[in-house]
T-cell receptor, first 115, second 108 residues
């Protein structure tokens, strides 16, 4: 069964450093997403991406965040200058067409720890 | 008012019990509705979509009431392996909005 993969599984960084989280969505999917989950809290939407541009973003997704699809398979989330409060689990998801009733499949997540 | 509201639980039930979870959502423009399951420190996994007509998948039954903006999940004959957090999820556009989850613990 096709699945979304993410690397690394755990990233530890110092405050102020840049991090790049990587995702390989399901190969024939067209829509890509990032969500985050702070420990003990709910899953929160960050951004959706389609046709090489952001289609929607949340208030959390400020200028410190950016996304990119550098080639035909990878989808990345960059945090330019990490803060302590960026510590969370980051989930990548992908879906086929992005219309209603189109299931989003989640990757296993990257646990980001900012020290 | 929270966009998606759930009873956090935990629900502690014996094996074989029937348990029901409820969820309300605030945005009447919501388009699609789901129950996801999340195991500790793992990704959310789709359990089932929810339709107004109600739908059943084995021991799981989901129901949607658009007029009341209310979603439910019924689990019959609970198994130990059902222990997890159950997430009520609503879709706006192509973004998913998650509830905080309801914890289920099934004990032998």
């Amino acid at each position: 069964e096709p699945e979304v993969t993410q690397t690394p599984s755990h990233q530890v960084t110092q405050m102020g450093q840049e991090v790049i989280l990587r995702c390989v969505p399901i190969s024939n999917h067209l829509y890509f997403y990032w969500y985050r989950q702070i420990l003990g809290q709910k899953v929160e939407f960050l951004v959706s991406f389609y046709n090489n541009e952001i289609s929607e973003k949340s208030e959390i997704f400020d200028d410190q965040f950016s996304v990119e699809r550098p080639d035909g398979s990878n989808f990345t989330l960059k945090i330019r200058s990490t803060k302590l409060e960026d510590s969370a689990m980051y989930f990548c998801a992908s879906s086929g067409t992005g219309f209603s009733d189109d299931t989003q499949y989640f990757g296993p997540g990257t646990r980001l720890t900012v020290l | 008012r929270k966009e998606v509201e759930q009873d956090p639980g935990p629900f502690n039930v014996p094996e074989g019990a029937t348990v029901a979870f409820n969820c309300t959502y605030s945005n009447s423009a919501s388009q699609s509705f789901f129950w996801y399951r999340q195991d500790c420190r793992k990704e959310p996994k789709l359990l089932m979509s929810v339709y107004s007509s109600g739908n059943e998948d084995g021991r799981f039954t989901a129901q949607l009431n658009r007029a009341s903006q209310y979603i439910s999940l019924l689990i019959r004959d609970s198994k130990l392996s059902d222990s997890a957090t159950y997430l009520c999820v609503v879709e706006y556009g192509n973004k998913l909005v998650f509830g905080a989850g309801t914890i289920l613990r099934v004990k032998s």
